[in-house]
Every structure is written in C-alpha cells, then in structure tokens.
C-alpha cells in the first residue's frame, strides 16, 4: 500500500518536474493566462506575460509603460522591437532554466522568428504551442463583462465570478474598474489585430509540427484537464 503512493508520488514529482518550454497562442479572453497560472505551478516553471509586464510598466509609469501605453489602450500591439528585448531579458534569467510558458507572446510572424532565434540560439527546443479555441461571441462576453481591482490587481466577472460586495473589492474594498482595452472598441480592435496579425501563427507553428489545438470554451478545469494531457502526450523533443 505503502509502496504504491510513493511510486505514484515519485511519478507526479518526476512529470511536475518536466522540463517545458511552451508558447499560449489564441484570440484575447480565451483564457490563456489563466491555464498559463495552473500549468507554470504544476510544471513549476515561470510564466511570461507580455501583457502583464507592460500592465506593470504602465502603472509604475516608466518609460516602457508611458511607450506602451497608447498603443495598450487602444488595443493595437506594442512595437515589436519593444517586446521582443522585454522576451529576451527574460528567457535569459536563471529562473527560466527549468522552462516556461510565454503567454500573449509571440502576436505576429516577428516575434515569433524572433523567438525561434533566441530558442536556436541557446540550443532549447520549444516542446509545444497550444492554440485555445474560443467563438467570438463568447470572448466579447468574457472581455466586456470583465473587471479587475486597481489596487490588489484581483479580478472578476459581471456574469461568471461577480464580487460579493458589488462594485467593491471583496479582498480590498476598492472601486472596481474595466480595463481601457475591455471597452467595446479597443475589443474589437483588438479581435481585428488577432485576425490580421496573430492567426497566421497557427498555421507557423503548425508548419513545425509543434501545435496543438484546445477548446478554450469549456470550464477552466475541464481545459486544464485537456492541457495537460495534450503536454503529457504530445511532447516533441
Ligand atoms: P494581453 O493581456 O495579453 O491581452 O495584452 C494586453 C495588451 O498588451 C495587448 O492588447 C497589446 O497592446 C499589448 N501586448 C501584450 N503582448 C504583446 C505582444 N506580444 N506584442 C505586442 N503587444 C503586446
């Protein structure tokens, strides 16, 4: 009895302890960031947001963030140039030797070359890109009725995770917001950039055979569920 928990045990540890280098394609809202949160803690490898280094910039006012911001609220992609050097820094530190996830990055045919550099470069082999799946209708649903706390960064949903205290923070009693680029136009801008300049990436990547395909309009753990499942069986080396 004994014996068969610490072989299942010494199992979960050694697949946990992967190796994993992985990219989190799709539309924005299909939930990449949050499967990216639950994949980085089992594998424990470190999660890159693009998108959440530039929130961040922006908030501290830095000179990035003040670059960055324009583009952000307007839900137009930030200069390649800009992204690419925040990715590089990144890969390069000690914490990414046990693998990550780049979450929102690469969003057009540059970056993505850019990327194939860097990994070639440093002779780590990218194990696989996930492209989640969800209608349209469904995203402006999750984006539109989206809300986050200005202060403590918590997030919820009008519809599918309402605070309990209304308007207000249930962790820290702040007013909550919308994001600039949750707004009707900057989503549809945003939808539209996806269209023109991230999809081809799907057909990119599928070209490498690194690509596999989830639907992203499930539950969070029915997806999560299907995600690691797809890591677990479709590694490449
Ligand atoms: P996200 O939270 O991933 O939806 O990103 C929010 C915003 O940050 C995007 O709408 C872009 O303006 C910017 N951004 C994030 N990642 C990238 C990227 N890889 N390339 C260009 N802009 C990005």
């Not at 924005?28 to 999660?47: E, F, L, N, S």
């Not at 996806?194 to 999809?199: K, L, M």
Request: glycine share 8%; hydrophobic share 35%.
């Amino acid at each position: 009895m004994k014996g068969s928990w610490v072989r299942a045990w010494l199992r979960y540890a050694g697949e946990a302890a992967k190796i994993m280098r992985l990219v989190f394609l799709g539309a924005p809202g299909v939930g990449k960031g949050t499967q990216a949160d639950k994949a980085a803690v089992h594998y424990r490898i470190r999660k890159i947001s693009t998108g959440d280094v530039l929130r961040e910039a922006v908030r501290n006012q830095s000179s990035l963030g003040r670059e960055a911001k324009e583009h952000m609220d307007q839900g137009r992609l930030v200069p390649d140039s800009v992204v690419i050097g925040l990715v590089q820094e990144r890969l390069a530190d000690p914490s990414c030797e046990n693998g990550f996830i780049l979450d929102g990055f690469p969003r057009t045919v540059p970056q993505a070359d850019a990327l194939g550099k860097v990994l070639v470069e440093r002779s780590l082999p990218l194990d696989r890109v996930i492209n989640f799946r969800v209608s349209r209708e469904e995203i402006v649903k999750r984006l539109s009725g989206r809300r986050s706390c200005p202060k403590c960064q918590a997030t919820y949903h009008l519809e599918f995770a309402p605070s309990k205290r209304g308007n207000l923070c249930e962790r820290c009693g702040e007013a909550l917001a919308q994001r600039s680029d949750d707004q009707r136009e900057a989503i549809e801008m945003r939808l539209r950039v996806y269209e023109e300049q991230t999809a081809p990436l799907i057909d990119f990547y599928e070209k490498r055979q690194v690509l596999s395909h989830l639907n992203g309009a499930e539950a969070v753990d029915t997806v999560y569920h299907n995600l690691l499942k797809a890591l677990e069986t479709s590694q490449t080396a």
